[in-house]
């Protein structure tokens, strides 16, 4: 019986298919297992330099260093901040520079002792009190690891991947890296095909989501599976909705501007010989501010927590000082040289807004919460200032682990947010 050469074809073409899936499959096993562990180092990590500098051990609870001497606030993010200086100017001047994430999907080398370094740098500053996110981080390592996974690949003789499977593989990694750190494997997944690929089918979602799994997993072997922000009353009522049509449009606006400020920041940073001032005065000024407002420090959970927990009307003009101070110090972080996540930033900025907003509200619905209020101020300026709706109702429904009952209140704000967004943009 002879095989025509359709048939030929038909059955080689097969067997290339099924070997690409099968490579895809344990590379994506493997990478969710290796980025879920670096996730968990570099938190381990962060740990280990806020014991050392601030004596402290941040949790939900206890989300910034509230009970250290104000001395030793302004002490530590000094120093830190002359130290991640001296590190960031080292890096760019001595060795290969720096790779971003999205030109590592455009083809480019991430060098992997450049990249080690400077994420280490980045959850360092984080750690002893910077005024920058930390979900960057854990995002470049698992690019870079992605990266080298595919290198590997290739020198064993593995090259069954195609171009685009490579991409998805650097892409998935990097949203596993930060499912790792945040336990929030859907977030992860939104972070890697809303943002990154900007592509959603069936072989997309599937990598990035069991990749995401696999390191949400491994880093909750130690830090265990709790809410990263901590509400209350995670029961949303329909009586939010006229709320909403405030925070929403409001939120979006504030989001919008927030993203040209940090765009403007990090398109301004300073380099070499500039960093050794700016980032070191940055620190300095956040160092001044923790004394007499400790939730300044780190990656905005401090500010979060406070509106979140909020209780009391008199917290209006905390809170005030904190939506203004953080995103100013954050804006003049980025500017002095530090590298880092605006994601956490964002919603800290958005959390103190929404709960400032619902001081009035609460009292003609008592139903509703600040907390309630607070989430979803944060949600809509999240969505807003990184252009990523479902990635930021779903990173406020996994980290502060919500009821059903709040992806509808979430949806509406994130909807009318980038809604108004768009209208800032085109008016700017």
């Not at 360092?124 to 960057?136: K, N, P, T, W």
């Not at 980032?279 to 979060?304: K, Q």
């Not at 100013?328 to 605006?342: E, M």
Request: glycine share 10%.
């Amino acid at each position: 019986m002879q095989v025509s050469k359709e048939e030929l074809s038909w059955g080689q073409d097969k067997a290339k298919r099924l070997r690409q899936n099968i490579v895809l499959a344990v590379s994506t096993i493997f990478l969710g297992l290796i980025v879920g562990l670096s996730s968990l180092l570099l938190s381990l990590f962060l740990e280990a330099v806020e014991h050392l500098f601030l004596g402290f051990e941040e949790s939900s609870l206890i989300p910034v260093a509230s009970k250290v001497l104000p001395e030793r606030r302004l002490f530590s993010l000094l120093l830190g901040g002359i130290i991640a200086a001296l590190i960031w100017y080292l890096l760019q001047k001595k060795f290969k520079r720096n790779v971003s994430i999205n030109k590592a999907l455009a083809g480019e080398r991430m060098p992997v002792f450049t990249t080690v370094i400077h994420v280490m740098t980045q959850i360092f500053y984080v750690g002893v009190g910077g005024s920058i996110g930390r979900e960057l981080a854990p995002r470049e390592a698992g690019s870079m690891l992605a990266q080298q996974w595919v290198t590997l690949l290739d020198r064993l003789g593995l090259r069954d991947l195609e171009a685009a499977d490579r991409k998805l593989l650097i892409a998935a990694a990097a949203g596993a890296g930060f499912a790792g750190v945040y336990i929030a494997p859907i977030t992860g997944l939104m972070f890697s095909t809303e943002i990154l690929l900007k592509k959603l089918s069936a072989r997309t979602v599937s990598v990035s989501l069991v990749m995401s799994i696999i390191a949400t997993l491994v880093g909750a072997t130690i830090k265990g599976f709790h809410p990263y922000y901590l509400l209350a009353d995670t029961k949303f009522s329909l009586a939010l909705l006229p709320f909403i049509l405030l925070v929403g449009p409001l939120g979006g606006m504030i989001g919008a501007y927030l993203r040209r400020g940090f765009t403007w920041a990090d398109q301004h940073k300073a380099k070499y010989e500039q960093i050794l001032w700016q980032l070191p005065l940055a620190a300095l000024l956040t160092g001044i501010i923790a004394m007499f407002y400790p939730e300044i420090m780190g990656n905005g959970r401090g500010t979060a927590e406070l509106a979140i927990t909020a209780n009391s009307h008199t917290l209006v003009y905390v809170l005030a000082f904190g939506m203004v101070a953080k995103a100013l110090v954050t804006t003049l972080t980025i500017k002095g040289g530090a590298w880092g996540g605006t994601l956490t930033p964002s919603i800290a900025v958005g959390a103190a807004f929404g709960a400032i907003s619902a001081t009035a509200y609460v009292l003609l619905v008592p139903s509703a919460t600040l907390g309630q209020g607070a989430l979803l101020g944060a949600c809509a300026v999240l969505a807003a200032s990184q252009k990523a709706p479902l990635m930021a109702l779903f990173m406020l429904f996994e980290v502060c682990h919500l009821d059903y009952s709040a992806l509808l209140p979430l949806g509406l704000s994130v909807a009318l947010a980038m809604t108004f967004a768009k209208i800032v943009d085109r008016n700017l």
